[in-house]
């Protein structure tokens, strides 16, 4: 799981400045036609949730105790809710909320594989 946390913790680095920079696009076109969405703002938040669940990923990858993981699934966990729930019509937020979830998913997994471990 060392790898799976410093692998995600680098993709979702890069992919949040991508996040960030479409997320602004689409808040301004949303903001030009008064569309009442905000899909842009949320995606804004999803980035930065993001970023900050990757580094944390990276941080606590060699962590034998469980805080660093569960951080990991909060911040992760949070910015899917955000993008799921506000996507509105920026569609490609529910494909950044779907690689936050598999993170959140894949974090709870090493809890368990990790308490798993120390039980032995």
Partial sequence: MKTWKLVAGILSIILSVFV?????????????????????????FVSIFM?????????????????????????????SFLGIGLAGSFSDLNVW???????????????FKQNKGVQQ
């Fill in 51 to 79: 970023l900050a669940g990757g580094i944390v990923s990276i941080v606590v990858r060699n962590s034998q105790k469980n805080g660093g993981n569960i951080a990991v699934v909060i911040l992760f966990l949070l910015a």
């Fill in 20 to 44: 960030f920079f479409q997320s602004v696009l689409v808040g301004t076109a949303n903001t030009m036609s008064a569309n009442g969405e905000v899909g842009g703002s949320a995606g804004v």
């Fill in 97 to 111: 909320a779907g690689w936050c979830l598999i993170n959140a998913v894949l974090a709870i997994i090493s809890i």
